[in-house]
């Protein structure tokens, strides 16, 4: 059985600091790795994935993450945030060559001022 | 064009009612997807669409009936619903096959049920 754990359900962080939202899964087969995002009173849109290749993947509005296998992670990052990043942050896994999304229970990242 | 809509935007039905959400997206993709979400939740996976056939259901009460009428179409008919049933229900298209990749997602269809 797969699992996703968002050890942080809520991250607060001032304006122009970096941040991390954590990200781990469980898996005993090969996984593809997402990370969505949910501003209030919207649909979830994707932010970046993980398919294969390269562990360091980058997304829209500046963020990044990067698989570690050995780890089990996927850890999304942002050097900078801003105001407008206050959101709630999903990271997803599915099997692949499976239609199924499996997700973590969220972050709620807010920005302060 | 990576969008996915749905109408309507919000929806308050009684609990008598009989009601439908619609959601279309014209990119091509063979799965489609209904999920329900509550708030401060993630999605929690109801139907899937593969090439027009329902492939998944996730025990989901016959009081929610899904409709697949082509394949940029998917429509949720709701009748006699719980006031508990009340949440963001959100649709979301994929490539389709057996490399899915990422799935795409609608705005939502906010339900409140009376």
């Known amino acids: 059985a797969q699992s996703v754990t968002q050890l942080d359900s809520q991250v607060p962080v001032f304006e122009e600091a970096p941040v991390e939202l954590r990200c781990n899964y469980s898996s005993s087969v090969s996984v593809y790795l997402f990370w969505y995002v949910q501003y209030p009173n919207q649909g979830l849109q994707l932010l970046l994935k993980?398919?294969?290749?390269?562990?360091l993947v980058k997304g829209i509005n500046g963020f990044e993450a990067e698989f570690n296998k050995s780890q089990t992670s996927f850890h999304l990052r942002k050097p900078s945030v801003h105001i407008s990043d206050t959101a709630e942050y999903f990271c997803a896994v599915s099997l692949t060559g499976a239609n199924n999304l499996f997700f973590g229970t969220g972050t709620r990242l807010t920005v302060i001022p | 064009d990576t969008e996915v809509t749905q109408t309507p935007k919000h929806l308050v039905m009684g609990m008598t009612n009989k009601k439908s959400l619609k959601c279309e997206q014209h990119m091509g993709h063979r799965a489609m997807y209904w999920y329900k979400q509550k708030a401060k939740k993630p999605p929690e996976l109801m139907f899937v669409y593969s090439y027009e056939k329902l492939s998944i259901n996730e025990s989901v009460p016959s009081r929610f009936s899904p409709e697949c009428p082509n394949s940029s179409l998917l429509n949720l008919h709701l009748h006699a619903l719980q006031p508990e049933d009340s949440a963001l229900y959100l649709c979301a298209s994929s490539q389709g096959g057996t490399e899915s990749y990422e799935q795409y997602f609608g705005p939502g269809t906010r339900l409140t049920v009376t």
């Open positions: 993980y398919l294969s290749g390269s562990t």
